[in-house]
């Protein structure tokens, strides 16, 4: 396109002289020159103020404000979507103490920043997860199936069984697929918002997209955070980066992370439009995204930092012990005391969208359809075993030939040491497709 051709203002050199006398330094070109010697000290600022509709009691703040733009079928799905979430954490939580699964991790206490910020995405909105946007997911279509396919790696898994459970992801619902090492996501953000800024320039009468991408405070620490901020302003990309500040990043509080007031100060010392928002309000979330989708896409793009505030109300992941280091009585005080789910729940009640009765009828349906997957699930076949070599290249090298082989061949001679039963086709699942 012509438009990325030629030169533009942010590619030409910046210094210049304002005024006799002075020059604008290339590297603060808006920096007033002073005789006064002061430094800048962080203890002198005011934090960053965290955005809210609805207090805790799940009434609006400023009742002078226009009510949420949202229909009443919208904010029903909101609600249904993170109870689903919260009900499908405590079965498969279960399940991992169980040995029915090998890991898992929840999203309780964080379900709201998933499923209010997808709800101001558009479906054709790439996006890259960290892993505790199961809400994501279920807002934007997952199953119980679906989540049991991954969850127990069946052969109707789209990666079939190539990775650990809950490391999710959907081509249909363009979400790219989670992976465990920290932050890798975030650089890889920049990188598709920076393909889109020019599909989005090639088409300017489609749809204009973004991308989405979600991290927590702890995976700000890593190197991949800054540069992926980095990459994103200097490119001028369409990118929403979403960051959990959840309290904890595994052990660590937030205390022992940084010095700095949160992860939004950091976005807007990379020049970044920012914003920190009350994780908990779903209605907040929802608003800030929206207005978040919206900034990324003026002036052909540019990257915006949302820094949503919650609270970790389980152990990081089943691996883990959080009572080891806090106190369970600090846990149950958040229980308590706020929740996005109870939140939510109050506001409804209050417009008399929602009773008791809907409530005990929403949870017992929904457990059953998540225990009826389960239960599907857990006699479903594991994907036949060739799938571990196949698609790293388009075709079989000859190497991995010989080694499948090989390895048919080891397990046909020892059949009780192993049991290959489990799997799709079993023994002859070992060998290459077509043969």
């Known amino acids: 396109m012509e438009r990325f051709n030629q030169p533009t203002a942010w590619l030409r050199p910046v210094w210049q002289f304002k005024k006799e006398g002075t ?16 430094f800048a000290r962080p203890s002198e600022k005011d934090a960053m103020p ?19 733009d949202i229909s009443t079928p919208d904010l029903l799905k909101l609600y249904k979507d993170m109870l689903t979430v919260s009900i499908l954490d405590l079965i498969m939580f279960d399940a991992q103490r169980q040995g029915r699964i090998s890991f898992y991790m929840v999203s309780a206490g964080e379900e709201g920043i998933a499923v209010g910020s997808a709800s101001s995405l558009s479906p054709n909105d790439p996006i890259f997860a960290q892993y505790r946007e199961t809400g994501i997911f279920q807002y934007r279509g997952f199953t119980p199936p679906d989540f049991m396919a991954q969850l127990f790696a069946t052969r109707s898994d789209p990666g079939k069984g190539r990775n650990m459970p809950v490391h999710y992801g959907s081509r249909e619902h363009n979400i790219h697929t989670i992976s465990s090492p920290l932050a890798t996501q975030i650089p890889q953000a920049s990188g598709a918002a920076y393909a889109v800024k020019m599909q989005n320039a090639r088409d300017p009468t489609g749809e204009q997209r973004v991308v ?11 190197g991949d955070f800054h540069a992926a901020l980095n990459i994103a302003a200097t490119r001028a990309c369409p990118v929403v980066f979403i960051c959990r500040n959840n309290g904890f990043a595994i052990s660590t509080p937030t205390l022992e992370q ?21 994780g ?16 990324a896409l003026e002036d052909g793009g540019k990257p915006v930092l949302i820094e949503a505030m919650s609270y970790r109300v389980s152990h990081h992941s089943t691996s883990d012990d959080s009572f080891a280091y806090r106190a369970k009585v600090e846990v149950e005080d958040w229980k308590r005391r706020d929740n996005p789910i109870t939140r939510l729940r109050k506001y409804l009640e209050a417009k008399d969208l929602w009773d008791e009765g809907k409530e005990k009828n929403l949870r017992s349906e929904t457990r059953k359809s998540i225990l009826e997957a389960y239960r599907q699930a857990e006699k479903e076949k594991k994907p036949a075993l060739r799938n571990m070599m196949e698609d790293v290249y ?26 290959v039963s489990s799997h799709e086709e079993g023994l002859d699942g070992m060998r290459p497709s077509g043969r």
């Open 258 to 278: 940084y010095r700095g007031d949160g992860i939004a100060s950091r976005g807007v010392g990379y020049g970044i439009d920012t914003v920190r928002v009350d």
């Open 280 to 295: 908990n309000d779903i209605l907040a979330v929802r608003e800030v995204t929206r207005q978040a989708r919206e900034l």
């Open 212 to 222: 989405a991408c979600y991290f927590g405070e702890g995976a700000a620490s890593e």
């Open 394 to 419: 388009e075709d079989l090298t000859e190497e991995q030939r010989e080694q499948m082989e090989s390895m048919r061949k080891t397990v046909e001679r020892y059949p009780n040491e192993y049991d």
């Open 50 to 68: 965290t955005y809210r509709i609805l207090d805790q009691a799940g009434r609006i703040v400023d009742p002078d404000c226009e009510p949420p």
């Open 23 to 38: 020059v604008l330094f290339p590297g603060a070109v808006n920096s007033e020159f002073t005789n006064t010697l002061a």
